[in-house]
Structure formats: structure tokens, C-alpha cells
């Protein structure tokens, strides 16, 4: 009977360890219940913190949330909150951070709905199940954004949980044709396929992989089996809404432009724009017209179609995210029409800016590599000199001008193929670009002056304009009035670099909240419309040239803009340069710095009227060639002639503090302010200098940037 005791003594153990185990797992459960719900009441808190904007607050209370214990309802709620305000790193590095913290757990609890209101019923669920959610979210929010690599990245992420469905592949390979990534496009295809079997029944979802194939030949260059898939499409569209044959047209038509068949495309762009779907505001609409010219030698037409793509804005949005992936093949078919036109400098800044959308986009690589041989051949065979054009002053009777005042601004461009070597007046050099554009002063004697401007190309041809300007005599009880300049538009761009990938930078609390309040003052007091403000939120390097670059296409030549940095700088002794570090950047790597040298050429790029920074950061007074308060500001009308580029910074060549000084004053001065007019030099010397000087041992500063391109006069804030 040993053995009938043993059994039994053993069962008892077995029993009594699964009791003490459920009861253990009871009381987990218990705890965890306890966790879920003071998780979901955090984070109940850091929304409304976030509402009130009150950002940095709020993060912190949404990171405690998430350390409590994750809830699958609001894992995705900071970093769309990040996504709303224009921080895509940002929100993208706390998905990353959620990922981690879900990782650390076996199961996590989920909270279901129960048969009543009182009751919820919570059960645990797989970590795969957070991922996926997480991966939906960020790869719908990552394409609004116009990120289609981290898309991509969630994608294979998404199949690898096995959880995509025939949508999903559909997608995933239409985002790997736009990422030239053909190998995985061809697997979604093939993949689709399968799913949908050999046997084809005449439903709409059963085209996508015809329509992904047709994409992908469209790209490859393989325009003849783009147009018989298409063909296809058309023939088996069997849906209410012939959608397929929508899409199937428009491609079509850009297979016929790439080709060289006018005609034909011609014909299927006017059957695409039928569709209810499309428009011809709609920028694929733009695009495929701006092929068509492009196609017939059209340049100027081709390049006015690509920049109504580039720039599209849906009605009621501030921001084009539902084609922003696109803008590199908008830009590529613009920098092949200035190619036709021999404008080089401008294609090759479309080109660049093109890579800086898709770095490995193949036509904008091939034609920047055409267009640098081009330009050798064309500086070797070049004999003829530039053709100079005056564009300011407006010349009168010939070549002569009648200028009031003691100087007048000249403003003109020298056109040549081979690129502007410089620009002189009366022989002093005046500020020129290897584009063409050129402006300077010159002083005025009494009666009639006489200048000679000389232009020289890159190839060494010089060309002479003479002109004559009369100064204006002052007649007693008459006001000499100045040139007044056409009106133009504000634009601002708002940088916050606050969060950085390298730990050993440390993160900032208040860049992005100090950058939302100076929009919140512009927009509602002064003269920008929000369409007209952009913000870039803990950028990479390359999105703040891209976005200055952009800015360059955008701006007419009577705008202003207002650039706005917070963040780090920081300066080194040895070469005596300032850098601003951005989110990417590496404390211990001097190359992925972005020097303020680099700042100021793409500003001097830029073809507004006023151009005015305001950087809060250490080490920012490095911007200045020259330096220190000028004489007081002449009246608001004669600066509005000039081009003025001149920068507001928070410390001349020391560190600043996070919790700045500088911006409080920055913005009362704005939000007290009573003048119609108030220009950033008498806001500074009136309502910042010395406040900040008194608070802190920090010595902010106002000044010129010579090194892009200033003349005079001063930027102008201008009350509603």
C-alpha cells in the first residue's frame, strides 16, 4: 500500500501547487488590474496636460503612464499627438521607446467591455498583439507624414507577424515602388497572386497586384508592359466606381510622356480627368501634364506643372501629407525641364533637393551626374558673355533711372549657362550668386551718376551694362516718395530640435512649446496666415536643408520670412565655426553637425525681400560676420526697399540656458507690442537687450549677415 500512499501524497503536492499558483497568479492579476487602471488614469491627465500645452508636462506624465503599465488604447497616443504638431522623430523615437517598455513583458493585459456598464472583463493577450497595433498606426501616420522609409520598415515588420491581409500586401508594394525597393514589390505581387488564386473573379481588389505590377514597370521603364497592364485594368474593372480604370488611365498616360508618344497621352490624361476622383488641381494631374511638356520641349509650361504638383495644398489643410512622398518625382521632372532651358544652377538644386526626399531616387542621381558634365562642356565651349537684366530700379527713358535718397539699391540678373562669377559696380563687387541674381548699393551724388556694371561668367566672358541714375532734388512743400516695393507675404519657419538619438547630448525640455508660442503670436497678431508658417520638430541634418531649399521654390522675390532655431549649438575654438546640433547629430562626430555657414548659404539662396533669424541656442552669436547695433533704423518705407538679412540671437559666443530668458522676452516684446510697424532691431534694442543682460550673464545680440546677401533695412513686424 507504499505505493497508493505515495500517489496520493503526490497528488496532494500537485494539488496544492496549482492552488498556490492560481492563487498566485489571482493576485498578479490583481496587482495588474491595480496597474492598468492608474496607467489609464495618467494618462487621462497628460491629455489634458498635453491640451492645455503644457508639452513638456505632459510627456513626462505620459512616459509615467506607459512605465505603470501599458494600455493597448493609448500606446499610440503620445507619438500621434508628436505627429499632430509636426514631430515625426520625435513621435517615431517613442513608438521605438514603447516597443522596448512592451518587450520587458510575457503577456500584457487588455481591458474588454463586459455584458453591462459596470463590469469590464480583462484578459491577457500576446505582445505581438501591441506590436501590431503599433506597426498599423505608424506606418498609416509615417506616410501621412511623408517617412514612406519607416512605412517600409513596418511593412516587412507587419508580414512578419504574418498579419498582412490582401490590402496589406497591396500597400506594402505600392510603398516599395516608391521606395525603388523592386525586389520587394515583385514578392507582393507574386505573394497577391497566390492569394488570390489562379482563377480571377471581377471584383476591384482583385486588380492590385496588376496595379502594383503596372507601377512597378512604370518605374523600371518598362513603359510598353505598363501600358498593356493597364490595358488590362481597364478591361477587367468591373466596379461601381471604376477606380482601376482611373488609375490604370493616369499611368498610362505617363507611360506615353516617358515614352515620347505626345499624343497618346494626351489623349488618356483627358480620360483620367473624367474620373469623378480627380481634378486638374489634383497634383498627379499636374505631374502627368508637366511629362507631357516636358515630352514636347514645353519647359516653361513643364516646369510651371511640376511646381503646382510640388506645391499642391488640399482645401482646409495647412500641409500636402497625402502626396509629400511624391514631391521628388515632382522636383525630378522640374530639374529636367530647367535642364532644357539651360537654367543649371536651379535643376541642380531641384536635384539635390529631390535626393533629400529619396536618396535613392535613380533620375534625380543620373541627372545630377548629366548635369555636372554638362556644365563642363558648356564652361569649355562657352565664348559668349552673360545677358545682364535690371530687374530694380524700374528703368525710364532708356538706361536711365530717377532714384531719391543718398543710395539706391540695384538688383538684377546676369544670365549664363556656365554659371555668374561676380558682379561688378563702378568696379566694387556687389553681391552675386553663381545663378545669376545680384543686388547691391550704390551711393548717390546730386544730378546724374553713371555706372558701369560689369557681369563675368564662370568661363571668364565679361559683359557691360551702362546706366544712369538721376537723384531726385528736393522741391520745397514736396515729399520725394521712394520705390515702393509690390507687397508680399510672411512666411516663417519654426525649428525646435529639443529629443537627440546620441544620449550624450542631452534632451531639451522647452524648444518645441517656446516655438509653438511664437506661432500662436504671429498668427493671431501679426501678418501670417498659418498656411504660410511651417515647423520642423526635432529635424534630422538634411530636413532642414530640405525644408530651406523648399522654401527657395516657394518665396517671390517681395516676401519675407522669418527662420526661428532652439536647440543646441556649439562652437569650435580651433576652427573658429558654429554648428547647430539636430536631432541626428553625434557629440563625438563634427560631420553630422550642421554648420551655420551652411545656414547661411542656403538663406542667401533664398529670393525673399526680408529674411530675419532668431536663434536661441548657445554659442548663436556665431552666425555674424559683423556684429553690434547700427544706427538707428531710417523710416519703414526706405527699408522696405532693401534686402535685408539680419539675425536676433540669444548669446553671442556662450551657453545659453534651457529655460530661456531670451525667448520670455522675445515674446512679450511681441505680444505687448502697440506699433503698426515694429522692426527687429528697435524690438531688441528696446525690449530684449537689457532685460536679458539684467536676468542673466548672457549677452544677446542683433546684427547683419553679410554673408548672405544684406543690403539695408531691417525685417518689420507688421500688426494685424
Request: hydrophobic share 40%; net charge neutral.
Amino acid at each position: 500500500m507504499n505505493w497508493l500512499k505515495k500517489a496520493c501524497l503526490a497528488a496532494g503536492l500537485t494539488i496544492c501547487s496549482i492552488m498556490y499558483t492560481l492563487a498566485q497568479s489571482e493576485g498578479d492579476k490583481k496587482k495588474d488590474i491595480a496597474a492598468y487602471n492608474k496607467a489609464f488614469e495618467l494618462a487621462l491627465k497628460a491629455d489634458k496636460t498635453w491640451k492645455s500645452g503644457d508639452y513638456a508636462a505632459a510627456e513626462k506624465q505620459f512616459r509615467q503612464s506607459l512605465a505603470t503599465y501599458p494600455v493597448l488604447a493609448l500606446v499610440n497616443q503620445l507619438p500621434l499627438y508628436k505627429m499632430q504638431i509636426g514631430d515625426a522623430n520625435g513621435a517615431n523615437a517613442e513608438w521605438n521607446a514603447i516597443l522596448k517598455a512592451i518587450n520587458t513583458y510575457p503577456s500584457i493585459m487588455v481591458n474588454y467591455p463586459g455584458l453591462t456598464i459596470f463590469k469590464s472583463i480583462y484578459k491577457y493577450e500576446p505582445v505581438d498583439k501591441f506590436h501590431l497595433e503599433i506597426y498599423k498606426v505608424r506606418a498609416s501616420a509615417n506616410a501621412l507624414s511623408g517617412d514612406m522609409k519607416q512605412t517600409l520598415i513596418d511593412y516587412f515588420a507587419m508580414e512578419k507577424l504574418g498579419a498582412l491581409d490582401k490590402d496589406g500586401y497591396g500597400a506594402f508594394g505600392i510603398t516599395a515602388v516608391q521606395l525603388g525597393d523592386f525586389e520587394t514589390a515583385r514578392r507582393c505581387i507574386d505573394t497577391l497572386n497566390k492569394m488570390f488564386g489562379e482563377k480571377r473573379a471581377f471584383m476591384d481588389k482583385q486588380l492590385s497586384p496588376v496595379y502594383v505590377g503596372a507601377n512597378l514597370a512604370l518605374a523600371e521603364g518598362n513603359y510598353e508592359q505598363a501600358i498593356a497592364l493597364c490595358d488590362r485594368m481597364e478591361k477587367e474593372d468591373k466596379g461601381m466606381n471604376t477606380t482601376w480604370r482611373a488609375a490604370a488611365r493616369m499611368i498610362t498616360a505617363q507611360a506615353y510622356a516617358k515614352s515620347g508618344n505626345i499624343e497618346q497621352a494626351r489623349v488618356f490624361l483627358d480620360l483620367a480627368i473624367k474620373h469623378v476622383a480627380l481634378s486638374k488641381t489634383d497634383p498627379e494631374v499636374a505631374y502627368t501634364a508637366g511629362l507631357i511638356d516636358l515630352a514636347a520641349k514645353a519647359y516653361e509650361s513643364a516646369i510651371a506643372q511640376f511646381k503646382a504638383a510640388f506645391e499642391y495644398k488640399p482645401p482646409g489643410f495647412t500641409a500636402n501629407p497625402k502626396y509629400s512622398w511624391a514631391k521628388y518625382r515632382y522636383l525630378t521632372g522640374r530639374a529636367e525641364a530647367y535642364m532644357g532651358l539651360k537654367e543649371y544652377d536651379k535643376a541642380r538644386s531641384d536635384y539635390e533637393l529631390a535626393l533629400l526626399y529619396n536618396s535613392d531616387h535613380l533620375p534625380a542621381i543620373n541627372g545630377l551626374a548629366h548635369l555636372e558634365s554638362k556644365l563642363i562642356q558648356e564652361t569649355k565651349l562657352d565664348k559668349n558673355p552673360p545677358e545682364i537684366i535690371i530687374t530694380e530700379p524700374a528703368i525710364k527713358r532708356g538706361l536711365k533711372i530717377t532714384a531719391a535718397g543718398t543710395t539706391v539699391m540695384i538688383k538684377g540678373i546676369a544670365k549664363d549657362p556656365s554659371g555668374l562669377k561676380q558682379v561688378t559696380i563702378n568696379g566694387n563687387k556687389v553681391y552675386a550668386q553663381n545663378g545669376g541674381d545680384f543686388w547691391g548699393d550704390v551711393k548717390l551724388a546730386d544730378g546724374v551718376n553713371k555706372f558701369a556694371l560689369v557681369a563675368e561668367d564662370v568661363a571668364g566672358n565679361k559683359a557691360e551694362l551702362i546706366f544712369e541714375i538721376e537723384k531726385a532734388v528736393q522741391v520745397a512743400g514736396h515729399e520725394i516718395s521712394p520705390v515702393v516695393t509690390q507687397e508680399g507675404k510672411n512666411y516663417c519657419l519654426l525649428i525646435a530640435a529639443q529629443n537627440y538619438d546620441d544620449t550624450s547630448i542631452p534632451s531639451l525640455e522647452n524648444p518645441i512649446a517656446d516655438a509653438i508660442k511664437l506661432k500662436l503670436i504671429l498668427k493671431n497678431s501679426y501678418n501670417f496666415v498659418e498656411s504660410n508658417i511651417s515647423t520642423l520638430f526635432n529635424p534630422a541634418n538634411t530636413e532642414i536643408k530640405k525644408h530651406l531649399l523648399e522654401l527657395g521654390s516657394t518665396l517671390q522675390p517681395e516676401d519675407n520670412l522669418l527662420i526661428f532655431y532652439a536647440g543646441h549649438g556649439i562652437w569650435v575654438e580651433k576652427e573658429k565655426k558654429g554648428y547647430w546640433l539636430l536631432t541626428d547629430s553625434k557629440y563625438k562626430d563634427v560631420n553630422t553637425w550642421l554648420p551655420n555657414k551652411d545656414v547661411l548659404d542656403l538663406i542667401a539662396k533664398l529670393p525673399s525681400r526680408h529674411t530675419l533669424l532668431i536663434t536661441d541656442a548657445c554659442f548663436s552669436g556665431s552666425v555674424f560676420k559683423t556684429r553690434g547695433i547700427k544706427d538707428a533704423p531710417p523710416a519703414i518705407r526706405e527699408m522696405e526697399n532693401k534686402i535685408t538679412r539680419v539675425a536676433i540671437t540669444s548669446g553671442n559666443d556662450t551657453e545659453v540656458p534651457d529655460e530661456s530668458v531670451f525667448m520670455k522676452y522675445l515674446v512679450k516684446a511681441l505680444s505687448d507690442n502697440k506699433d503698426k510697424y515694429l522692426t527687429a532691431q528697435k524690438m531688441f534694442i528696446n525690449q530684449i537687450l537689457e532685460a536679458v543682460m539684467t536676468e542673466t550673464k548672457t549677452e544677446p545680440r542683433y546684427g547683419t549677415l553679410e554673408l548672405a546677401g544684406h543690403v539695408g533695412g531691417d525685417f518689420i513686424f507688421s500688426k494685424k
